[in-house]
């Protein structure tokens, strides 16, 4: 029992640990694209809900409010007139309210002059002496309306002036939101089966009452003719669950205060009233003296003190004029999106703060447009607004930014797990998945392979054109390669030009083998990049897991590492399966390295020079600087082991200017000492590196000034294989060098890439015979005709031939035969140091001197 609750507990542990692995996987696999997409979605939804509960509505009432105050303030309506009971006619008065008589005089002054409709903004239910009997004759007119408030449960309503029949009643209309901000109209209402009337609604029928529309009232709209009223949603614009009884619109105001134009009580009284101001009009009269104390706030004060609130006669002017404008003028009423179409606006915008976040790297730039983004929105939303229409613009506004900051961090997670240039998992990420892999093999016991990749002389090709081409050669390279693996392990981009391979589930090791090789095959071939046909190759580093040792995720990529720089020592492009004997070359390797850069600030390197003897005479025609490493502890240590460490390492860029000045010098003082014609030469090996270095010509350039040799008798060397690795790029630097007059060779040749078809086009004035073409060379061998073509090639091209490692008189004498003018091997001489060498010089002082 205790034996099977263990391996349950294991199993669920096994399951959730997986669990968590696959949400890992899938969090940080996103691409930057679905990540902005998921991000966007998400944030969208998070969006929409806080503001289905009404938590955004305070801010979008404010922006409302803003965008009110932005609006152009139209022209006062010719169809109303305001008569405003200021705080001098109270005073006249000297009684508040104003007396009935004083009220019926004032209608009787306006009825004079015909007015379309009289609205009385005054609550009178209760006479004010002296004058009731008259005023209650001027109200039987037919075109006055009055007001009366309805009320509610918590405030008892204020009932209409008695006697005053039903239709020339209408009921106090101003909504007021919980901010205590007027936005909104009330036009009509049912209480059972009684019908109610707004103030603002009574007069605008009465005004068009000859004009020949009527109202019509339907479960959804008012109908004033073709003009229709839509009942306001409880979720309009940025409302949420408002109370939207009746029939409501939103307020479209005119002005912040100057809605028609507006004469006191007392130039009514006084007859100071102009008869085309009021006839055929709409005449409101109300209070808009302080101490009436009749005043609201609106989205132009909501901001501001009561003091500049707008008075309840003004808001009614403006609610009346709405609605005449409305129907008369096709002025629109303020519309508003449905609410899918809401969704996908805010979407849009968390999807444009994703991009955005993902595509601007600079901090700075990134807060900037961030600003810039927002006033678009902005002007979009007062653009509509403009149009009567409430577009939403705080959840853009915040879906915007909380997406714009998600994809912000998720970039900076993403960019810790991934490669910015190829978007392939990095080194963190691999060895992540290398630990999973582990994990998997203790659980299930399966085997797996790390590849080690590295591409073979990438540092020229970024040197040789500049970062920018490299960049782009990596991210071809990475297409390819990601497209030649299909999918059959996880790649990685370790950094620089290394790259990794997981390859799990491998049922033998030769599968992983089958694979570098096919890899090697098809990255071989050439790349294009801007019209440049660019050739490499790789080096592969295999390493197995083995399951009896507990594998470290790093120690499995430092195995893979080990055993690609082992093929790289084995001669680049090809692979090598780790064996832990190549830990210890590897050590050694670093120490090498190591002890190469000291070597360098040390001295500890020197010069040999192998004489170059022409066949013909016998006579010196100069030397090869041979590069040689005394170490203080290893004594002699060879060329072949250090060169490579110094090439990779970029130390041969140091290393060659020390050996070019050193050449330099010492020709410059054997020139003097033995003086002959044509004078002495010195080649000069250039490496790869050397070649793409930036100021090779100007360094060059230098030594010839500072020793005064004559460029004539200085030939640089680059082998063949070198020269092929980017065939434009080599003679753009040849032509350079060839600018100062210097001789140039080909080195090895024939032993690398096919360059017959570019030969003609290198400014080369000399080809040298590899050595393993003259040891091998017989009467009826294949070398033999392989030297002979070499010569004649050369003979057709006007450039001379130099054979290298003649050791033989055999050699010799086979060579002049075949046309060959210069040689150099142990036959003449081994590589002498520089006094031995001109002891060399001074014995073969005569044949030098007799020199034609």
Request: net charge negative; glycine share 6%.
């Amino acid at each position: 029992m205790t034996k099977f609750s263990q391996r349950f507990l294991s199993l669920i542990s096994a399951i959730s640990s997986r669990g968590k692995r696959q949400v890992k996987i899938s969090l940080i696999a996103l691409n930057p694209k679905q990540s902005v997409v998921a991000a966007s979605i998400i944030m969208t939804a998070l969006v929409w809900g806080v503001k289905q509960i009404g938590w955004l509505q305070f801010l979008e009432l404010v922006s409302y409010d803003y965008m009110v105050r932005l609006q152009p303030e139209k022209a006062e309506d010719s169809r109303l007139l305001v008569v405003e009971i200021t705080e001098e006619d109270i005073f006249q008065e000297n009684q508040w309210p104003i007396s009935d008589r004083t009220l019926a005089q004032a209608l009787q002054k306006l009825q004079q002059l015909q007015p379309k409709v009289i609205g009385l903004d005054l609550y009178r239910n209760i006479p004010q002496p002296p004058g009731r009997e008259e005023l209650l004759k001027q109200l039987e007119a037919d075109n006055i309306v009055g007001i009366y408030y309805i009320g509610d449960t918590a405030v008892g309503g204020v009932s209409p002036i008695p006697g005053m029949a039903v239709d020339k009643l209408g009921f106090n209309d101003i909504v007021i939101d919980d901010d205590n901000v007027v936005r909104r109209n009330f036009l009509f209402g049912y209480e059972g089966e009684k019908k109610h009337y707004s103030f603002s609604l009574r007069l605008a029928l009465k005004y068009l009452e000859k004009k020949d529309i009527s109202l019509k009232v339907t479960s959804d709209a008012l109908h004033f003719g073709n003009t229709v009223f839509p009942r306001l949603d409880a979720r309009a614009g940025g409302y949420q669950n408002l109370d939207n009884a009746g029939r409501q619109i939103m307020i479209s105001y005119r002005s912040e205060q100057r809605i028609a134009r507006m004469v006191s009580l007392g130039e009514v009284l006084n007859g100071k009233v102009d008869p085309k101001w009021v006839k055929d009009k709409v005449v409101l009269i109300g209070a808009t003296a302080p101490s009436a104390n009749d005043f609201f706030l609106t989205p132009y004060n909501a901001s501001q003190s009561a003091n500049h609130s707008m008075s309840g006669v003004v808001l009614h002017a403006q609610l009346v004029s709405q609605l005449l404008s409305t129907i008369l003028d096709r002025k629109p009423l303020i519309w508003f999106w449905y609410e899918w179409i809401e969704i996908l606006w805010v979407w849009s915008w968390a999807f444009i703060g994703g991009w955005l976040a993902w595509r601007q790297r600079h901090p700075f730039l990134q807060i900037l447009v961030t600003i810039i983004f927002l006033g678009i929105l902005f002007t979009c939303c007062f653009g509509f607004f403009i149009q009567a229409g409430w577009i939403p613009f705080i959840p853009p506004a915040i879906a915007f930014l909380a997406t714009n900051i998600t994809i912000l961090a998720y970039r900076a997670v993403y960019n810790n797990y991934y490669d910015p240039l190829t978007g392939l998992p990095n080194r963190q990420l691999f060895l992540q998945h290398l630990e999973w892999a582990i994990t998997d093999v203790k659980n299930q016991n399966p085997l797996f392979a790390v590849l080690f990749l590295d591409i073979d002389s990438f540092k020229l090709i970024n040197e040789s054109f500049s970062h920018y081409f490299g960049d782009k050669f990596l991210t071809d390279f990475t297409h390819r390669l990601k497209a030649s693996l299909g999918g059959k392990g996880i790649l990685a981009r370790l950094g620089g030009d290394e790259f990794a391979i997981l390859i799990e589930n491998v049922a033998e090791s030769n599968q992983a083998i089958q694979l570098a090789d096919f890899l090697q095959q098809e990255m071989s071939l050439p790349f294009k990049i801007n019209q440049q046909e660019i050739f490499t190759s790789l080096s592969v580093g295999i390493a197995f897991n083995q399951q009896q040792l507990k594998h470290q995720p790093a120690d499995l990529l430092r195995d893979a590492h080990t055993a690609m720089y082992r093929a790289k020592d084995l001669g680049k492009s090809r692979h090598e399966v780790f064996a832990t004997g190549m830990h210890t070359h590897s050590k050694n390797r670093l120490q090498l390295e190591a002890e190469l850069r000291r070597a360098i600030d040390k001295e500890e390197f020197y010069l040999n020079y192998q004489p170059i003897i022409c066949l013909k005479t016998n006579q010196i025609a100069g030397f090869e600087a041979l590069v040689r490493w005394n170490h203080p502890q290893r004594g002699f240590v060879s060329p072949v082991e250090f060169i490579p460490v110094a090439e990779e390492t970029g130390l041969i860029i140091p290393l060659g200017e020390w050996i070019l000045e050193s050449a330099f010098h010492q020709l410059s003082v054997w020139q003097t000492q033995f003086p002959s014609n044509p004078p002495l030469m010195m080649s000069i090996n250039l490496s790869g590196n050397q070649l793409a270095q930036e100021n090779l010509v100007e360094v060059i350039q230098q030594l010839l000034n500072a020793t005064g040799i004559n460029p004539q008798t200085i030939k640089l060397e680059i082998t063949e294989s070198v020269a092929m690795q980017d065939v434009e790029a080599a003679i753009s630097i040849l032509l350079h060098l060839r600018s100062l007059n210097l001789q140039l060779s080909i080195d090895d040749f024939g032993t690398g890439y096919s360059s017959l078809s570019y030969l003609h086009r290198f400014p080369i004035n000399t080809l040298k015979i590899d050595r393993s073409f003259v040891s091998r060379m017989t009467d009826a061998d294949e070398d033999a005709a392989i030297v002979k073509t070499i010569i004649m090639l050369s003979d057709n091209l006007g450039m001379d031939v130099v054979a290298e490692g003649i050791e033989t008189k055999s050699q010799q004498l086979k060579l002049l035969g075949l046309g060959a003018e210069y040689g150099q091997g142990y036959l003449f001489s081994k590589p002498l140091d520089s006094d031995n060498a001109s002891k060399f010089l001074n014995i073969a002082k005569g044949e030098i001197g007799n020199r034609e």
